[in-house]
């Protein structure tokens, strides 16, 4: 079980981390479904490691990114957030969105962060492989793009646990979504290639071999930006690769965090 | 009341297994493959008589708008329609339903054209304001919809500023920052033009609406009826803002089709009407509500779901004319039957201004002309003096009365 916590960050925003586990540290950013009181991968993570998840501001009130246009805004609000929670070197798995984040942070702080795990990220562009425009399908189904099935687990297929209210739901999907697209809208290239070289975090980029949003080529975009990374590539997986073949991908993490 | 003929210029020659063969006729309806030119050239130019036409035939008002990359309007550009139109009408407003400002870098280039447009046209002109559909701004100009709708506000505050200060100022916005803001030409109407604000029923744009003293226009395609919970809310913000109940504060738009009776309708418009609602309303469902283009708000009280729905619903059906009819969506018959019904919208809804779509789809000519005259002879009149008691505070004043008129063409 996470428990919740509410940070005040200089300035006065509020900000929500969940904490959970024993073990090393790490930091995780999640993806797009947010944090779901039913996510296994994290359930998974608690059982080896301290987890501490960060909910990205916007998720659950839009007024929150007011203020934080732009990906830069983003890495400063973590920074404030890490300063806040008082650790200074971190282990940092990011997921999808969160792995964007995580690779913007670890370029926008190169020192602080000791490793750095990249799931299935995006934030690069090529024009001979363009990555799909994940709201070329209603928001409400992006999960028909995201999972190799074309369907959520059933786990992660629940917007929120609460409330139940479908309207309340509906504006959870909608916050998560309008937060993500904040970001990446119209297409997810806010410049991250320039930044990269900057990282000197140890890195392991996982993705999926099946791929259907950021095509499975883009894990060798950021592997060559990022000097000394490792990647590994999922098969039978697709952008949600931790939650299509967790075994897989945790085993990875493992070897590479250190239990 | 008063009536503004409204032309969407759709294309008109789309083919017939469009819907089967084509996702979407906005956004990605390939413009080379679909498009062509040489009749391109002959349906702006009957899309202008038109409008001309609605003129001499007594409207209020003639009205243009701004859509993208799509079949179903074919303006991207409402002020380029507006212009030729300065010049070739001189009674009519100028209602010109776009510009979409947040589109606009910076928004200022609307304050200039649209100065350019009242000062063109006499004092003409009405001021649109529209946020814009999801498909236009999110989808073909890129804009973010997470910030569409504070960037549009931000950009209307600074129109109207620049047009009531009529001074150079410094503006430091969100999103556009000028060190001078002082544009030429100012409107003819002082302060400015009436600002009329296109809505699809979001909750925030009528509050503000209300304290800014802009008319709400609700471009609905689903009739009167449907119309209602949405202009109820607008209502009940009115009262609550403690404005005035003013059937002039609101526009809603209305299909038409006159004729001698039912079965007459039915064989002129059944067509132009089929082809627009399946056709020129085939828009792909992730197109419309880009995440963030309906506020939190508007998803709470349950607006939002209206014309989401319905579009859904008319998707993947071959709507026929009876369904419009059911639906609501068309008032048609004889000019007696649209004058009840009319009046009955009237009662329903307390709207003074009515758009009045007298040409939809693939009409012809004859059929547009045939309609347009008919309302405007048989119908309006009989309308005429439905809110008299009111003042329109949203409408040009007289124009300038000596104005310039356009030189006769030179003799070949």
């Given at each position: 079980m996470l428990t919740r916590e509410i940070v005040t960050l200089p300035g006065g925003a509020k900000t929500q981390v969940f904490r959970g586990g024993k073990g090393p540290s790490i930091v995780w950013l999640h993806g797009p479904h947010g944090l779901r009181g039913h996510d296994p991968v994290i359930a998974e993570l608690t059982k080896r490691y301290s987890v501490i998840a960060p909910l990205s501001p916007g998720f659950t009130d839009l007024a929150e990114i007011d203020d934080i246009d732009t990906v830069h805004d983003l890495a400063l609000h973590y920074d404030a957030l890490f300063d806040a929670l008082g650790i200074n070197r971190i282990a940092l798995v990011g997921h999808s969105f969160g792995a964007m984040v995580a690779a913007e942070y670890a370029a926008h702080y190169p020192s602080r962060i000791d490793k750095l795990a990249l799931l299935s990220p995006f934030g690069l562009w090529r024009d001979d492989h363009p990555v799909a425009d994940l709201f070329s399908v209603p928001y409400a189904t992006f999960d028909t793009m995201l999972w190799k099935n074309k369907k959520a687990s059933a786990e992660m297929s629940d917007p929120a646990d609460d409330p139940n209210d479908p309207t309340e739901k509906a504006i959870a999907l909608a916050q998560a979504m309008t937060t993500v697209a904040k970001y990446i809208w119209p297409i997810p290239d806010r410049g991250l290639r320039r930044r990269l070289p900057r990282v000197t975090a140890k890195t392991l980029i996982v993705q999926g071999a099946d791929d259907a949003f950021v095509p499975a080529l883009y894990a060798d975009e950021f592997a060559n930006a990022i000097n000394g990374s490792k990647k590994a590539i999922i098969s039978g997986a697709a952008h949600m690769a931790p939650y299509e073949k967790p075994a897989e991908v945790l085993a990875l993490l493992d070897g590479f965090l250190g239990k | 009341?008063?009536?503004?003929?409204?032309?969407?210029?759709?294309?008109?020659?789309?083919?017939?297994?469009?819907?089967?063969?084509?996702?979407?006729?906005?956004?990605?309806?390939?413009?080379?493959?679909?498009?062509?030119?040489?009749?391109?050239?002959?349906?702006?130019?009957?899309?202008?008589?038109?409008?001309?036409?609605?003129?001499?035939?007594?409207?209020?008002?003639?009205?243009?708008?701004?859509?993208?990359?799509?079949?179903?309007?074919?303006?991207?550009?409402?002020?380029?329609?507006?212009?030729?139109?300065?010049?070739?009408?001189?009674?009519?407003?100028?209602?010109?339903?776009?510009?979409?400002?947040?589109?606009?870098?910076?928004?200022?280039?609307?304050?200039?054209?649209?100065?350019?447009?009242?000062?063109?046209?006499?004092?003409?002109?009405?001021?649109?304001?529209?946020?814009?559909?999801?498909?236009?701004?999110?989808?073909?100009?890129?804009?973010?919809?997470?910030?569409?709708?504070?960037?549009?506000?931000?950009?209307?505050?600074?129109?109207?500023?620049?047009?009531?200060?009529?001074?150079?100022?410094?503006?430091?916005?969100?999103?556009?920052?000028?060190?001078?803001?002082?544009?030429?030409?100012?409107?003819?109407?002082?302060?400015?033009?009436?600002?009329?604000?296109?809505?699809?029923?979001?909750?925030?744009?009528?509050?503000?609406?209300?304290?800014?003293?802009?008319?709400?226009?609700?471009?609905?395609?689903?009739?009167?009826?449907?119309?209602?919970?949405?202009?109820?809310?607008?209502?009940?913000?009115?009262?609550?803002?403690?404005?005035?109940?003013?059937?002039?504060?609101?526009?809603?738009?209305?299909?038409?089709?006159?004729?001698?009776?039912?079965?007459?309708?039915?064989?002129?418009?059944?067509?132009?009407?089929?082809?627009?609602?399946?056709?020129?309303?085939?828009?792909?469902?992730?197109?419309?509500?880009?995440?963030?283009?309906?506020?939190?708000?508007?998803?709470?009280?349950?607006?939002?779901?209206?014309?989401?729905?319905?579009?859904?619903?008319?998707?993947g059906a071959n709507v026929k004319w009876k369904d419009l009819l059911d639906a609501g969506c068309i008032v048609a018959g004889s000019p007696q039957t649209i004058a009840d019904r009319l009046n009955d919208m009237a009662d329903k809804l307390h709207v003074g201004h009515v758009m009045v779509l007298c040409h939809y789809g693939n009409m012809s000519n004859e059929t547009v002309y045939y309609n347009t005259q008919r309302f405007a002879k048989e119908v309006i009149p009989k309308l005429r003096n439905r809110f008299s008691e009111y003042e329109d505070r949203w409408w040009p004043k007289d124009n300038l009365t000596d104005v310039q008129k356009p030189a006769p063409l030179a003799a070949e």
């Amino acid at each position: 079980m996470l428990t919740r916590e509410i940070v005040t960050l200089p300035g006065g925003a509020k900000t929500q981390v969940f904490r959970g586990g024993k073990g090393p540290s790490i930091v995780w950013l999640h993806g797009p479904h947010g944090l779901r009181g039913h996510d296994p991968v994290i359930a998974e993570l608690t059982k080896r490691y301290s987890v501490i998840a960060p909910l990205s501001p916007g998720f659950t009130d839009l007024a929150e990114i007011d203020d934080i246009d732009t990906v830069h805004d983003l890495a400063l609000h973590y920074d404030a957030l890490f300063d806040a929670l008082g650790i200074n070197r971190i282990a940092l798995v990011g997921h999808s969105f969160g792995a964007m984040v995580a690779a913007e942070y670890a370029a926008h702080y190169p020192s602080r962060i000791d490793k750095l795990a990249l799931l299935s990220p995006f934030g690069l562009w090529r024009d001979d492989h363009p990555v799909a425009d994940l709201f070329s399908v209603p928001y409400a189904t992006f999960d028909t793009m995201l999972w190799k099935n074309k369907k959520a687990s059933a786990e992660m297929s629940d917007p929120a646990d609460d409330p139940n209210d479908p309207t309340e739901k509906a504006i959870a999907l909608a916050q998560a979504m309008t937060t993500v697209a904040k970001y990446i809208w119209p297409i997810p290239d806010r410049g991250l290639r320039r930044r990269l070289p900057r990282v000197t975090a140890k890195t392991l980029i996982v993705q999926g071999a099946d791929d259907a949003f950021v095509p499975a080529l883009y894990a060798d975009e950021f592997a060559n930006a990022i000097n000394g990374s490792k990647k590994a590539i999922i098969s039978g997986a697709a952008h949600m690769a931790p939650y299509e073949k967790p075994a897989e991908v945790l085993a990875l993490l493992d070897g590479f965090l250190g239990k | 009341m008063k009536f503004h003929w409204f032309h969407l210029m759709p294309y008109p020659h789309l083919p017939d297994d469009f819907k089967e063969k084509y996702p979407s006729v906005w956004v990605d309806a390939p413009a080379g493959e679909l498009y062509d030119p040489v009749k391109g050239h002959q349906v702006y130019n009957d899309y202008l008589d038109q409008l001309e036409f609605a003129e001499r035939a007594g409207f209020d008002g003639i009205c243009v708008n701004e859509h993208h990359q799509n079949g179903y309007g074919l303006m991207p550009s409402p002020n380029l329609m507006a212009a030729a139109l300065t010049r070739r009408t001189s009674k009519a407003k100028l209602v010109v339903l776009g510009n979409s400002v947040a589109l606009y870098n910076p928004p200022i280039r609307v304050a200039e054209e649209m100065a350019m447009l009242d000062v063109m046209s006499g004092g003409r002109l009405v001021s649109g304001f529209p946020v814009g559909t999801g498909m236009d701004t999110a989808f073909c100009y890129g804009a973010n919809p997470a910030t569409l709708r504070d960037k549009y506000r931000e950009g209307v505050e600074l129109i109207v500023r620049a047009w009531k200060e009529r001074k150079p100022f410094a503006f430091n916005g969100k999103y556009t920052q000028l060190r001078y803001v002082n544009p030429w030409p100012v409107p003819v109407q002082n302060p400015h033009p009436p600002i009329w604000i296109p809505g699809g029923g979001s909750i925030e744009t009528f509050e503000w609406c209300v304290q800014n003293n802009f008319l709400y226009a609700y471009l609905s395609y689903w009739g009167y009826e449907n119309g209602r919970p949405v202009m109820d809310a607008f209502w009940e913000t009115v009262e609550k803002q403690g404005g005035d109940r003013n059937p002039y504060r609101a526009g809603f738009l209305q299909f038409i089709a006159v004729a001698d009776n039912d079965e007459h309708a039915e064989k002129l418009y059944a067509g132009p009407a089929e082809y627009f609602y399946n056709k020129c309303f085939h828009i792909a469902p992730q197109y419309y509500n880009p995440p963030g283009y309906t506020s939190i708000a508007t998803m709470r009280k349950g607006l939002s779901g209206q014309v989401v729905k319905a579009s859904a619903n008319l998707r993947g059906a071959n709507v026929k004319w009876k369904d419009l009819l059911d639906a609501g969506c068309i008032v048609a018959g004889s000019p007696q039957t649209i004058a009840d019904r009319l009046n009955d919208m009237a009662d329903k809804l307390h709207v003074g201004h009515v758009m009045v779509l007298c040409h939809y789809g693939n009409m012809s000519n004859e059929t547009v002309y045939y309609n347009t005259q008919r309302f405007a002879k048989e119908v309006i009149p009989k309308l005429r003096n439905r809110f008299s008691e009111y003042e329109d505070r949203w409408w040009p004043k007289d124009n300038l009365t000596d104005v310039q008129k356009p030189a006769p063409l030179a003799a070949e």
